[in-house]
C-alpha cells in the first residue's frame, strides 16, 4: 500500500511539472460528471509521454488490487492539495487508514464471493454423470483408465497437468511447459494427495478440489484466491 501511495505522490509532481504543457494549445473537452475534464495531449512530447504512462501504470497496479471504478475528479483534487502543500480534507495517517479499510473490506467481499462461487459450482457439479465425490469432498472424473499400480501417499510421481479455476482461466500447466512435473505426493495440497493414489500408471483424471483441499483460506498468488475451488487434470506418466 505504501508504495502505491508514493507512486502516486510521483504522479503528483510529474502533473506539476507538465502543467504548463496541459495548458498551452491543449483543447479541453467535457467529462462526465466525476471525471477530470479530457484534453488533447502532445504525444511527441517527452514529459507528456512519461506521465500519461505513468498514470497508466498507477491505474492497472490499482486493477490488480482489485479497484475498477475511481471518482476522477476526488482523485484529482487530493493530487492538487498534495503537491501543492495545501490544507487537505484528510490527513496522510486518516488517508492511509482509509485506504487500508476499502482495500480490506474489498479483499473480504471478494473472498465470501469466491467461497459461495466455489460451493455452488461443486453442488452443481456433483450431480454430472460421470462424477464422484469422496467423504473428504474431493470430486473427480476418469477421462482415461489406467493399468497397474496406484501410488501411496510417500510415493514420488511424474505427471502432466494442467490446473485452471472454475471460470476455467488457467494459471499453471506442465502441458503448456512441455515438461512433466516430479514431485512427492505427500509435498502437494491435499485435494492432489488424495486424488492421485486412485490413479493407475496412464491415466488421466479430472480433479474439482473444494478450497480447502486446494489453497485454503489464503489463496496462492495473483491467479488462485482465498476460499478458491480448482479444478486440475492430471495424467500418470509413472511411479518413480
Known amino acids: 500500500m505504501k508504495i502505491i501511495l508514493k507512486s502516486i505522490l510521483l504522479v503528483f509532481a510529474l502533473l506539476a511539472v507538465t502543467s504548463t504543457y496541459a495548458q498551452k ?20 512530447d517527452t ?17 490488480q488490487q482489485g479497484l475498477d471504478t475511481l ?27 482509509i485506504l487500508k479499510a476499502y482495500f480490506e473490506q474489498m479483499q ?23 462424477v464422484t465425490t469422496t467423504t473428504s469432498g474431493l470430486q473427480y472424473e476418469v477421462m482415461t483408465a489406467g493399468e497397474g499400480a496406484k501410488p501411496l501417499a510417500t ?11 472454475i471460470e476455467g482461466k488457467v494459471f499453471d500447466s506442465s502441458v503448456e511447459r512441455g515438461q512433466p512435473a516430479t514431485f512427492g505426493l ?17 491415466a488421466k483424471y479430472k480433479f474439482y478440489i473444494p478450497y480447502n483441499l486446494a489453497y485454503g483460506e489464503r489463496g496462492a498468488g495473483a491467479d488462485i484466491a482465498p476460499f478458491a475451488a480448482l479444478i486440475f487434470e492430471v495424467e500418470l506418466i509413472k511411479i518413480n
Not at 186 to 202: D, F, R
Open 47 to 63: 514529459m507528456t509521454k512519461v506521465s500519461y504512462s505513468l498514470g497508466m501504470n498507477i491505474i492497472a497496479n490499482l486493477k
Open 25 to 44: 494549445g491543449k483543447k479541453k473537452k467535457k467529462g462526465k460528471k466525476g471525471q477530470v475534464e479530457k484534453m488533447e495531449l502532445n504525444m511527441n
Open 155 to 165: 510415493d514420488q510421481v511424474t505427471v502432466h497437468y494442467t490446473g485452471t479455476t
Open 108 to 130: 473480504e467481499e471478494k473472498t465470501k464471493m469466491a467461497a459461495k462461487e466455489g460451493e455452488a459450482f461443486l453442488a452443481k457439479n456433483a450431480k454430472k454423470e460421470g
Open 71 to 97: 471518482d476522477q475528479a476526488a482523485f484529482a483534487e487530493g493530487m492538487k492539495a498534495a503537491l501543492a502543500g495545501d490544507s487537505t480534507l484528510v490527513s496522510e495517517e486518516e488517508s492511509n487508514n
Open 186 to 202: 505427500n509435498q502437494v495440497i491435499a485435494g492432489w494427495t488424495e486424488g492421485v493414489q486412485l490413479m493407475s500408471v496412464g
